[in-house]
């Protein structure tokens, strides 16, 4: 076997979620993320495809964060022979087990609903995983903080560097010989209100660039479009429901909730967080603000303070969020998932869709194929649970939540590396946006930048 590195894109590749990346030199192997495929059923079908190599072959895992499709093919690869370690900061170990639990669960309730209702094309339906697969998955994860090199083998090893995407998100450092990789995994944004910025980073043969916002820049932020959508809401007796991922996004959006009541913006009406997930998120990131993690601003405790002074309610068990389908007056609903692809929010939309009085916003990037891009889009019927469901509620899109990167933060963080990378690989995007910012690489920084297939293996300097 040679002793040349290659790096495989196993994921991520011409598409937004699935990233999966293996680095291999001689016997050792190793995958930087190892996310699930979501959006179109095209790309969701990939998640049944096993990796075209033995699970149980691979020495070890490496999360940049705690995010579904980087962390949520995890219990499937265990099931089919990983037991190798998985390497994560504390913060992405403590979020990633609530992620996966709560996918485990998703799965289990939506095979066994399909099953029920009769219109799943399988028979029976089954998850791709269960929860004694996320169990047996967890005791494998390692944790390591921040600026720590940690060997994996005899010839590898990676440090992990502060992103600023979400809490105990990281990009890798991954040394394989004498090179070395960065794979950013999601790069936060200068401007998060809760996270330092992303650091700088070193001087490296390749780089694995994410591209989610690849061909735009995002727009100064307008709270007064989230203002308008509450306002107008409440005035006409509806419900505002704001799918909401339950990690980062639930802690931004009442951040900015809490912000616009306390100005006088909008009315003062309750605010439901109907979703387990991001309450048990919410308890990691007041620990997080607690001991004044290193991560976050100095003024991060501004969370504690909003979540104190709000008229919050925590909604845990099913009756509760079902009474929420048809609430008695005018409130918040903040539910997972965030592309309403999941979760307690497809049963709000499935009632709250069909009465113009009501609102739905949108906080974030909403994949190809998610019912929330379809509403982004314009959809007159949503299909949920086999049947279709009249979209007649507004529908407001606010950009205002992103912490991704966008094209222009993503070439100033790049231009900030101690030296310029031989090759930039940029991947995690749909194809035009991907294409886009490899251009805006070549062109303004003069790299060479090259979108990867599928399936391609490249050697590494």
């Known amino acids: 076997m040679t002793d040349h590195p290659f790096l495989t894109f196993h994921g991520a590749a011409g598409t937004v979620t699935g990233s999966r990346f293996l680095i291999q030199r001689g016997n050792s192997r190793v995958l930087v993320d190892c996310g699930l495929y979501q959006g179109l059923a095209s790309l969701r ?30 219990p499937r690869l265990v099931r089919d022979g990983f037991t190798g370690r998985v390497l994560c900061t504390p913060d992405t170990a403590a979020l990633a087990a609530i992620v996966l639990r709560d996918s485990a669960h998703l799965q289990e309730e939506d095979a066994r609903y399909a099953n029920k209702a009769g219109y799943s094309k399988h028979r029976p339906a089954v998850p791709l995983y269960d929860t004694a697969d996320v169990e047996r998955t967890l005791p494998l994860i390692t944790e390591i903080d921040h600026g720590v090199r940690t060997t994996i083998g005899p010839d590898m090893a990676v440090t992990l560097e502060p992103a600023g995407h979400i809490l105990g998100s990281s990009f890798a450092v991954l040394e394989t ?108 990131y007041r620990r997080a603000v607690s001991r004044r993690s290193p991560q976050l601003r100095p003024d991060a405790k501004v969370l504690l303070e909003a979540m104190d002074r709000l008229d919050l309610h925590a909604v845990r068990d099913p009756e509760e969020s079902a ?30 869709l069909p009465n113009r009085r009501n609102t739905v916003v949108l906080t974030g990037y909403q994949a190809e194929g998610t019912r929330g891009r379809k509403l ?86």
């Open 376 to 461: 982004q889009e314009g959809e007159r019927n949503l299909k949920m649970y086999g049947r279709y469901v009249p979209v007649r509620a507004e529908i407001v899109s606010v950009q205002d939540f992103s912490v991704h990167a966008d094209a222009a933060e993503m070439l100033a963080w790049l231009g900030s590396a101690a030296g310029a990378p031989n090759t930039v690989y940029v991947v995690h995007g749909e194809a035009h946006a991907s294409a886009a910012l490899a251009r805006r690489i070549e062109d303004e920084l003069g790299w060479t930048a090259v979108v990867p297939e599928l399936g391609e293996r490249v050697r590494l300097d």
């Open 177 to 284: 010989g004498a090179s070395r990789t960065v794979f950013s995994g999601d790069l936060g944004r200068p401007s998060h209100p809760l996270l330092r910025p992303p650091a700088p980073p070193p001087a490296v043969g390749t780089m694995v660039v994410e591209s989610t916002y690849g061909d735009r820049t995002h727009p100064a932020p307008d709270p007064g479009v989230l203002a308008a959508a509450v306002t107008n809401t409440v005035e006409r007796g509806g419900v505002v429901l704001i799918p909401a991922f339950a990690v980062d996004r639930t802690e931004l959006v009442i951040l900015a909730l809490y912000d616009l009541m306390s100005s006088g913006q909008i009315p003062v009406v309750p605010v439901y967080v109907d979703s387990p997930m991001a309450l048990t998120t919410l308890d990691v």
């Open 45 to 74: 079908r990939m998640n049944w495809t096993q990796l075209p190599l033995p699970a149980a072959s691979l020495d070890a895992v490496v999360l940049t964060h705690a995010h579904l499709d980087h962390c949520g093919y995890l």
């Open 323 to 352: 009474r929420l389908n048809s609430p008695r007056h005018p409130c918040i609903i903040v539910s997972a998932s965030g592309m309403a692809t999941g979760g307690r929010v497809v049963h709000h939309l499935a009632d709250q």
